[in-house]
């Protein structure tokens, strides 16, 4: 058998089974022979406390398709969302608008410590019903850097009724 050292905390070899003990993380029983390589976890932090980020994307139109210019999109909950035009409201709401083509780009990014598995968006505007979307994080260790990590949501507004 051969001999196995661990970063993590003391290692507990019986038979052809090794067991990493973690400091404040979990452990991982992995078993093995010889010849096969060894597999161990090496992250002692949840994955769902692991901060991510992502690239949002996405336009606003009205029913008929055409693109709603200076339209509010904000995020909602967990999330900390930035863009260079993005401002936090006294109500600490934070939000964006939409440029000429409807369109808006922002960086979504989970607070630390939090495990929620999503945030709430929603476009708004004067004369338009607010579209709520439920927005997932793409995955463990996305980052907005990463061109897998963007999402891209769009809405589409109906006028409000008068």
Not at 2 to 13: C, E, K, N
Not at 54 to 82: F, S, W, Y
Not at 112 to 128: C, E, K, Q, V
Request: hydrophobic fraction near 35%.
């Amino acid at each position: 058998m051969r001999t196995v050292l661990s970063r993590l905390g003391p290692v507990l070899a019986v038979g052809s089974a090794v067991l990493t003990a973690a400091c404040g993380g979990s452990s991982t029983l992995t078993t093995h022979s010889d010849d096969a390589p060894v597999a161990m976890k090496t992250s002692t932090q949840d994955s769902a406390t692991v901060p991510v980020s992502a690239t949002i994307r996405g336009t606003v139109v009205d029913p008929a398709n055409r693109p709603l210019a200076n339209m509010t999109i904000e995020c909602l909950g967990d999330v900390h969302c930035t863009e260079p035009q993005y401002a936090v409201t006294a109500e600490d709401h934070r939000i964006t608008h939409t440029d000429a083509k409807g369109a808006f780009e922002i960086v979504a990014a989970s607070l630390p410590g939090t495990s929620s598995a999503s945030f709430m968006m929603n476009a708004n505007g004067l004369g338009y019903d607010e579209d709520w979307r439920q927005v997932a994080w793409p995955g463990p260790g996305c980052s907005s850097s990463d061109s897998r990590c963007t999402i891209t949501i769009n809405f589409k507004l109906n006028p409000t009724a008068h």
